[in-house]
């Protein structure tokens, strides 16, 4: 039976989880959205970043700050990722983005089946203060863990929308995303500012990665799970558009959560690619791109 009040507590859950994707997704709007690299290792890479956390809380360091930390180690990989793509693939010009789609999913199987061989299959959990508690407001019970993801996704975004847009760095990358040839030409190395922001999106990832493994239990398997929302959310939101993909994370996460109160559970997993394809089919630029 219909219930209004079941209704009311899925779209606020819903937010909450739509924030959450959000922060899942942002990096992969920078690579992805303004670089053109078809990271498809970004959810593999969250679930390393996950495992990372899950490795530093056994010093007893909570996992936001195991994200924090990670970021410097994870900022490294995704320069040495990109150095790789780059030489290998974007420099021979030809075929570079299905080529390199390739090569990203070799990176997400590495990723996969090493983290197989050192920790095995067992899904994995931390511990910090805010997991397992919750809140109420207006008698609806949110989990502590969803509010410090929502909080997270609102900075990030928020982060990395100053960055794009007031530093010149950032601005940078937005013109290299617009305009390379003309970059070029203002004394600015296009490769180099590609390799900064590729660096950034997986610094990104890491504490991403924290914040997947407060909301939910992680395995090696996980990333297939997130592959779909992350690239739904990107390009619902327009490639690049940070403050879009907050949005569009939200509009995913709602719509699953309504679903799954409603429907079940078995219908949930369909919803992202849905958005997807309406999305591309109507509106290909995104809903909030130019």
């Given at each position: 039976?219909?219930?209004w009040?079941?209704?009311?507590?899925a779209?606020?859950?819903?937010?909450?989880?739509?924030?959450?994707?959000?922060?899942?997704?942002i990096?992969?709007?920078?690579?992805?959205?303004?670089?053109?690299?078809?990271?498809?290792?970004?959810?593999?890479?969250?679930v390393?970043?996950?495992?990372?956390?899950?490795?530093?809380?056994?010093?007893?360091?909570?996992?936001?700050?195991?994200?924090?930390?990670?970021?410097?180690?994870?900022?490294?990989?995704?320069?040495?990722?990109?150095?790789?793509?780059?030489?290998?693939?974007?420099?021979?010009?030809?075929?570079?983005?299905?080529?390199?789609?390739?090569f990203?999913?070799?990176?997400?199987?590495?990723?996969?089946?090493?983290?197989?061989?050192a920790?095995?299959?067992d899904?994995?959990?931390?511990?910090?203060?805010?997991?397992?508690?919750?809140?109420?407001?207006?008698?609806?019970?949110?989990?502590?863990?969803?509010?410090?993801?929502?909080?997270?996704?609102?900075?990030?975004?928020?982060?990395?929308?100053?960055?794009?847009?007031?530093?010149?760095?950032?601005?940078?990358?937005?013109?290299?995303?617009?305009?390379?040839?003309?970059?070029?030409?203002?004394?600015?190395?296009?490769?180099?500012?590609?390799?900064?922001?590729?660096?950034?999106?997986?610094?990104?990832?890491?504490?991403?990665?924290a914040?997947?493994?407060?909301?939910?239990?992680?395995?090696?398997?996980?990333?297939?799970?997130?592959?779909?929302?992350?690239?739904?959310?990107?390009v619902?939101?327009?490639?690049?558009?940070?403050?879009?993909?907050?949005?569009?994370?939200?509009?995913?996460?709602?719509?699953?959560?309504?679903?799954?109160?409603m429907?079940?559970?078995?219908?949930?997993?369909?919803?992202?690619f849905?958005?997807?394809?309406?999305?591309?089919?109507?509106?290909?630029?995104g809903?909030?791109?130019?």
């Open positions: 039976m219909f219930s009040e079941l209704l009311l507590d779209i606020v859950l819903g937010t909450m989880v739509g924030c959450f994707y959000a922060a899942v997704s990096g992969l709007s920078i690579s992805f959205g303004l670089l053109d690299v078809p990271n498809v290792a970004h959810p593999a890479l969250l390393l970043a996950s495992y990372g956390a899950w490795l530093l809380g056994d010093f007893d360091i909570d996992p936001i700050l195991a994200g924090l930390l990670l970021m410097p180690v994870f900022f490294v990989l995704g320069i040495a990722l990109y150095r790789t793509y780059h030489e290998t693939f974007e420099k021979r010009g030809s075929d570079a983005g299905v080529r390199g789609l390739a990203f999913f070799g990176i997400a199987f590495i990723i996969e089946v090493g983290i197989i061989m920790f095995g299959v899904q994995r959990t931390v511990q910090a203060f805010y997991i397992g508690k919750s809140i109420e407001i207006f008698d609806i019970r949110i989990p502590m863990r969803m509010v410090v993801a929502f909080a997270m996704a609102l900075l990030l975004s928020l982060a990395l929308t100053f960055y794009l847009s007031k530093t010149f760095l950032g601005r940078a990358i937005r013109a290299v995303a617009q305009d390379e040839g003309a970059l070029r030409l203002m004394g600015a190395d296009p490769v180099a500012i590609k390799q900064w922001a590729f660096g950034i999106a997986t610094a990104v990832v890491a504490l991403a990665g914040l997947l493994i407060i909301v939910q239990p992680v395995e090696p398997t996980l990333d297939r799970a997130y592959i779909g929302r992350t690239f739904c959310v990107v619902m939101a327009g490639l690049g558009s940070m403050s879009g993909t907050l949005l569009a994370g939200v509009i995913l996460g709602v719509a699953e959560t309504v679903v799954l109160t429907f079940g559970a078995s219908w949930a997993p369909a919803i992202s849905t958005l997807l394809l309406i999305v591309l089919g109507v509106r290909p630029q809903l909030f791109g130019r």
